[in-house]
């Protein structure tokens, strides 16, 4: 079984896609036995997975050098493009995490979803999504990830806009998918130079060939390339500039946002560039970039973070935090902190927004947490989960996220960026105390009468406790004492680290201290934001409008592109439409009505243009052919 | 010298079955006459599958008059696979008219002369394939008999292809006399020398050009085709449109290709031109057509067009081409003319603008035509897509202007195709009641639509198959 799985590897995304497609054409008229398909193939999906990766974690040759086989997809002089797959520790670990996180989220999304009108549709379209993530994450070949890349894509626009009733969703499906699209263009520039400079689009031929990159060309155009490249996952990882889309992304069912934010879109953008991290390692300036880019982006979402009302937007702005953690990880060169705490996260925060859903649904979609309150007496189990994934996040030993998160904290440090650093410790003491802020107003404090909760069943409850265990135990994989992860998942040597107890003891003071700050101000002193925001009222605004970012790219499309394509537009209509096109057109059709009168229907004619054919074949051959043209114009031999 | 029978199996086999299809039409009683359509298909289907036998099986039979390499095998497959399509789309289509043995036995005629003309190696057999083909398809077009239209479609192309079989013995002649054989691997040999193009070679040249241009209508030759496209039964249009243009592709292969290769550079440009001219022609004159069957017709002109283009470098990448387009043509043409065959036969309409509202009628139907469509003007992923690209690709180093003119014309084509998808799914229809689409129908759209799609999506199965039938076209010589 294990070899089995190994060797077909494939079968972990075409089950999903299997399932979307029975779904659709088949049992779509029968809700349950859906969402048994949609399970039953992700389940499927994880089993398999599992064998392959207790056959990769058992095999150390793979670690070096990964397991790979492929199809030849199509191939022209100059051009060849395999699919295959490419199983490595790291796509092992990958395929595990997503199949087990989203075959929980589909269980969940059964009782969340119930009721729901497009109920089939909904189980057909995560099916897809899981089955596009899971390609990419095999992907052996860049043109093949991006082509999942951008199924993850379309699925993220389907799912967000699922209520498409509503106008916010519609609008929030459009931002999601035009913003990514942007991105994408950047990445598929950079793809097409690579095509162009190496001669190849799969990744382990890559890496050996860009080891070497002098021998093809200059370091300043493989760092554009790397920086091209780099815009993809900027815009479908949430980073800063291109992070507009992620919070609003939240307008679709809430099981889709977990699985958004955990599980399959935002970490592809993560899981390319530590893909390609062979590519940045070699360029300083493009390696920097994404250090830069991960920490301000894990500093500035996490400030945005501590203003924000709806509990679902503080999840989303605290995922484009942490994935800005994975990007500095990677910036500063390490794949192993990267993924590890893509894996860690993954676990607590599909835990939180599951937890955060069973509230909504409590509520009656009542999403402000100020309006919340005492949850806890009446949600014991969600609350508790909640927490328990609060701690993760704030860096509590020994829950997930203190290992993943320290191991960045340490690294960044030992790396030589005191000021990377700087940022994103402070990052952690915030994200401590935004998340508790809203954990002690939703769950604790007082009750408020108008609501009137109730625990979710246990097809809900139990998905939550079982994300709760793994957000517990989920980084004793990785410990300083037990260094597993490090040892399998990485790119280059293996060093073990000692442990530094330093950063360690700083990070927990800093979540400690953020929690204890949050439990002073929303548990003894509920006033105290209030006074806070009187009295720094500029600051406290530009934090609760997120920077007016928003604002800024639409005073921009008003404007600067509204006005370019108004300007384009006249010119289209009076110049290109006007005299080409309708002009062309109409000469184009006058042609063809034109040579329509030759065919007359009487047999002479045609009889008649057949020997004018004829003959006009023997002028063109005459004049044309070299030696029919000596023999013509040149005389005879 | 032994003859190796097992190469013609295949042959021997159709002409058998022709044979028992004719004279069970006779023995069975009138009242009786159903289920032809099935029992050609399943026969059909038999010899598609014995047809496998001969891939690995490949030689020449009587000094290099019959060749059966993958080449020809291939395109016997294509032929084949046509004539299985035809005869499922037709059934409804004959049951009209009358079941009749006779239909079906000249399809299977039809079908056995093409074959020959794929492993002709001389232009004696070469000519005897052509006739038994065409004089096959002269009975089928006209085999409407009570219909008007039907019967002037069939004396046209009676005097028309006289005309131009005419043409191309003179040909042939010409080139018999200068080389002093028929043989086509002979001629090859004969033209190898340098100084071999005379005035008389000119001249046989020409008329080869005129006799198989007509065959796969190339302008100025193409002036039958619409109107016998238009007359004919719809689904022997699909037959004539698809399989007739294939297998005259196969030997204007044959006798270019191979047998004047030698003289090569003399008659590139002229292909050139007309490949060209066709393209132009064809597209043009397509956009102001109001019937839907002459609209297709046009649209097969420009298709043939697209396809005189990998022959003007004879190299084996534009062999490859020519094979692989006119495998995928075959899903495209047939499915477009099924729907169009079912339409006519459901509301006796061939105007396009009766196709109003298709798409809430019968989804299938006007899915298939905008999938064969939208494959012939060669929009991604679809089939179309990539025959294009490997025709345009050979000739984009030498012949640029070629390619661009492909590339604007294919744009205009999508005008007329888009034209009737618009008609199809943006206008309402005038009859609302659906059009059920029978079993054997269903089936032909469906299989032309999946694979129109999959060799789109995933070409490399059929590219490295259409290869090997390539090579072997130039292993013989």
Not at chain 1, 226 to 237: E, Q, R, T, W, Y
Not at chain 1, 582 to 600: C, E, H, P, Y
Not at chain 2, 310 to 321: E, F, N, R, W, Y
Request: glycine share 8%; proline share 4%.
């Amino acid at each position: 079984m294990v070899e089995f799985s190994m060797t077909h590897a494939w079968l972990v995304p075409l089950l999903p896609f299997l399932a979307f497609a029975v779904i659709v054409f088949l049992t779509r008229p029968w809700k349950m036995l859906s969402a048994l398909v949609s399970v039953g193939a992700m389940a499927a999906g994880f089993v398999i997975s599992a064998y392959a990766a207790y056959g990769v974690f058992t095999s150390h040759s793979l670690i070096e050098k990964s397991l790979e086989y492929s199809v030849r997809w199509f191939s022209m002089p100059g051009l060849n493009i395999d699919v295959g797959v490419k199983l490595d520790p790291t796509s092992a670990m990958m395929l595990f995490m997503v199949t087990l996180v989203a075959s929980l989220i589909q269980i969940y999304s059964i009782g969340y979803m119930r009721g729901e009108k497009g109920f089939s549709t909904f189980f057909a379209y995560m099916s897809l999504f899981g089955a596009s993530m899971l390609l990419l994450v095999i992907s052996s070949n860049l043109l093949e990830m991006f082509v999942a890349w951008e199924g993850v894509g379309l699925c993220s626009y389907l799912l967000i806009g699922f209520y498409n009733h509503k106008i916010s969703a519609r609008e929030a499906a459009k931002k999601a998918f035009v913003t990514c699209r942007i991105a994408d263009f950047g990445l598929l520039l950079g793809m097409l130079a690579l095509q162009i400079i190496f001669g190849t689009l799969n990744i382990t031929e890559l890496g050996e060939k860009i080891a070497n990159f002098e021998l093809y060309t200059n370091a300043a155009t493989l760092t554009l390339v790397a920086v091209l490249v780099f815009l993809g996952p900027i815009g479908k990882s949430g980073q800063f500039p291109l992070h507009v889309w992620l919070p609003d992304a939240m307008e679709g069912p809430t099981p889709v946002s977990a699985l958004i934010h955990a599980a399959t879109m935002v970490v592809a953008g993560v899981y390319l560039v530590g893909r390609m991290l062979f590519m940045f390692l070699e360029v300083p300036e493009a390696q920097q970039l994404v250090a830069v880019t991960g920490a301000f982006t894990a500093l500035f979402a996490a400030s945005i973070a501590l203003t924000q009302r709806e509990i679902k937007r503080i999840l989303a702005y605290s995922t484009i935090s942490q994935l800005g953690y994975m990007m500095l990880a990677l910036g500063v060169g390490s794949l192993t902190a990267s993924m590890f705490h893509l894996w860690t996260h993954a676990f607590f925060k599909a835990l939180m927004f599951l937890a955060a859903g069973s509230v909504l649904t409590a509520l009656h979609h009542k999403a402000d947490i100020w309006e919340m309150g005492g949850l806890i007496k009446k949600m014991p189990v969600t609350g508790a989960t909640f927490a328990v994934g609060g701690l993760a996040i704030a860096g509590i030993p020994p829950f997930a996220g203190f290992w993943s998160k320290d191991e960045i904290l340490s690294l960044t440090l030992s790396g030589g960026h005191p000021v990377l650093f700087f940022m994103a410790a402070l990052t952690a003491f915030l994200t401590a105390f935004y998340m508790w802020r809203l954990i002690f107003l939703a769950f604790f404090g007082k009750e408020k009468p108008e609501n009137h909760p109730q625990e979710s069943p246990p097809v809900m409850t139990v998905p939550l406790l079982i994300l709760a265990f793994l957000s517990l135990v989920g980084g004793l994989v990785g410990t300083p004492w037990f260094p597993f992860w490090g040892e399998w998942i990485r790119f280059g040597e293996f060093h073990h680290a000692a442990p530094d107890y330093t950063v360690m003891i700083l990070s927990v003071i800093l979540g400690v201290i953020g929690i204890g700050l949050a439990y002073k101000m929303y548990v003894k002193d509920v006033s105290a934001e209030q006074r806070l925001a009187e009295r720094f009222r500029p600051v406290y605004t530009l934090l609760y409008n997120k920077y007016y970012i928003d604002e800024i790219y639409m005073w921009f499309n008003h404007t600067l592109v509204d006005g370019a394509a108004k300007a384009m537009y006249l010119f289209d209509i009076y110049v290109v439409d006007g005299i080409f096109i309708n002009g062309i057109g109409a000469i184009t059709r006058d042609t063809g009505s034109a040579l329509r009168v030759f065919q007359t229907g009487r047999l002479q004619n045609y009889a008649l243009v057949f020997f004018l054919g004829v003959l006009a074949v023997a002028v063109i051959l005459a004049i044309t052919g070299p030696a029919p043209a000596g023999l013509v114009w040149g005389g005879v031999r | 010298m032994s003859v190796n029978l097992s190469l013609i199996s295949l042959e021997i086999a159709t002409a058998a079955f022709g044979l028992a299809l004719l004279v069970l039409g006779l023995i069975v009683p009138k009242t009786g006459r159903t289920g032809f359509g099935s029992l050609t298909t399943l026969g059909l289907i038999g010899l598609l599958g014995l047809s496998f036998t001969l891939w690995n099986n490949q030689g020449s039979l009587y000094d290099g008059i019959y060749i059966v390499d993958r080449y020809a095998v291939f395109f016997k497959q294509i032929f084949l696979a046509a004539a299985i399509m035809v005869a499922m789309g037709s059934m409804r289509y004959v049951d009209e008219m009358g079941a009749q043995a006779e239909y079906y036995s000249m399809l299977v005629f039809a079908t056995l002369g093409m074959m020959v003309m794929a492993s002709a190696g001389d232009f004696i057999t070469l000519y005897l394939g052509l006739e038994l083909m065409t004089i096959a398809f002269i009975i089928l077009v006209c085999y409407k008999r009570l219909d008007a239209k039907s019967v002037e479609a069939g004396i046209k192309y009676v005097l028309l292809a006289g005309l131009s079989s005419a043409v191309l013995l003179f040909g042939l002649s010409l080139v018999y006399g200068l080389t002093g054989t028929v043989t086509i691997l002979k001629v090859t040999w004969a033209f190898l020398t340098p100084g071999a193009f005379s005035p008389a070679l000119l001249l046989g040249v020409v008329m080869l050009v005129a006799g198989l241009g007509f065959k796969i209508s190339a302008v100025p030759f193409h002036m039958w085709a619409p109107d016998i496209y238009e007359g004919a039964p719809t689904p022997i249009t699909a037959f004539l449109a698809a399989g007739s243009k294939a297998a005259s592709f196969a030997i204007l292969l044959r006798v270019f290709a191979a047998g004047l290769a030698g003289v090569w550079e003399n008659w590139a440009m002229l292909v050139a031109i007309l490949a060209g001219v066709t393209i132009i022609v064809g597209n043009l004159v397509a956009i102001p057509q109001t019937n839907i069957k002459r609209m297709l017709a046009y649209s097969s002109i420009a298709q043939a067009g697209y396809i005189l283009v990998g022959l003007v470098t004879a190299s084996p990448a534009g062999i490859k081409a020519v094979i692989f387009y006119s495998f995928l043509y075959i899903f495209a043409t047939i499915g477009a003319f099924t729907v169009v065959s079912h339409f006519y036969t459901v509301t006796g309409s061939d105007e396009i603008k009766d196709y109003a509202g298709l798409s809430q009628r019968s989804p299938l139907m006007a899915a298939v035509l905008v999938v064969a469509m939208l494959s012939m003007a060669g929009i991604p992923p679809l089939a179309g897509f990539v025959g294009k690209f490997y025709l345009f690709q050979t000739v984009v180093e030498n012949y640029l202007w070629l390619a661009f003119i492909g590339l604007i014309m294919s744009m205009v084509s999508v005008y007329y195709y888009l034209m009737v998808s618009l008609v199809m799914y943006r206008d309402q229809p005038a009859d609302t009641t659906p059009i059920a689409v029978p079993y054997p129908v269903a089936v032909t759209l469906i299989v032309a639509m999946v694979l129109t799609l999959f060799i789109g999506i995933y070409p490399n199965p059929v590219a490295k198959i259409v290869n090997a039938a390539a090579m072997s076209f130039f292993m013989l010589q």
